[in-house]
């Protein structure tokens, strides 16, 4: 089945490691996005990419870096650099908007990061 | 700018009860996008509905309907004759251009048998 995978689903971090978070999609979507979401508020975009090779900032990309080697791949790493990166983290595609206008996102089941 | 206020934060339902969730958006583009996800316990937002900004008919799909009025900036969601498996939270969402959609906090609705 087409979709969005996510791994790993829980991951505990000392204070000061890097993590990477991998996504792989299968749907061959061209946009791939990244977001993060704490307890009571909506999704804040950290990363998102339209195209392979290029990638841009969203509203909090602070302490994170992501790479698009692959059309099908975006990981994201959370740096040592991000102060509070315990958070629920939805890695997301979407088919480029075109004429038919802003396509829905299509979202991973996410992964629980912990700082320890 | 655009934002996107869902206020009610929780509800509870019993069963069979109807349900309405409140969403307020603000923008000053004449072409938008509205958006409305269910994310259940398992984590991923699942994508309910997509209306864009000059399609104001409401909508009707099984128990589940949406109605978009331009004129309060609203895009509310009802869902009837609750069922348990309806329990979860639910994100309405803003977009104007391609990679800027905007969500609400979300409201975390729990439907009791």
């Known amino acids: 089945d087409g979709g969005i995978t996510q791994s790993p689903k829980y991951l505990f971090r000392k204070e000061g490691q890097n993590v990477t978070l991998s996504c792989e999609q299968n749907l061959n979507h061209d946009a791939m996005y990244w977001y993060r979401q704490d307890p009571g508020q909506g999704l804040r975009l950290i990363y998102y990419s339209q195209i392979v090779n290029d990638f841009q900032k969203g509203d909090i990309a602070e302490g994170y870096s992501v790479s698009r080697e692959k059309k099908e791949s975006f990981p994201l790493t959370v740096t040592s650099a991000q102060k509070n990166p315990t958070a629920f983290y939805l890695c997301a595609s979407s088919i480029e908007a075109g004429t038919s206008g802003r396509g829905e996102l299509f979202f991973g089941e996410g992964s629980r990061l912990t700082v320890l | 700018a655009q934002k996107v206020t869902q206020a009610q934060t929780e509800i509870s339902v019993v069963e069979k009860e109807d349900v309405t969730l409140d969403c307020v958006y603000e923008?000053?583009?004449?072409?938008?996008?509205l958006f409305w996800y269910k994310q259940p316990p398992s984590g991923e937002l699942v994508f309910l509905i997509r209306?864009?900004?000059?399609?104001?008919q409401n909508e009707i799909s099984g128990r589940y309907s949406w109605n978009f009025q331009k004129s309060t900036s609203s895009f509310n969601f009802t869902i009837t004759a609750s069922q348990v498996v309806d329990s979860a939270v639910y994100f309405c969402a803003l977009s104007v251009t391609d990679n800027d959609m905007r969500f609400g906090a979300g409201t975390r609705l729990t439907v009791k048998p």
């Open positions: 923008t000053r583009d004449t072409t938008y996008y």
């Open positions: 209306r864009n900004s000059f399609d104001e």
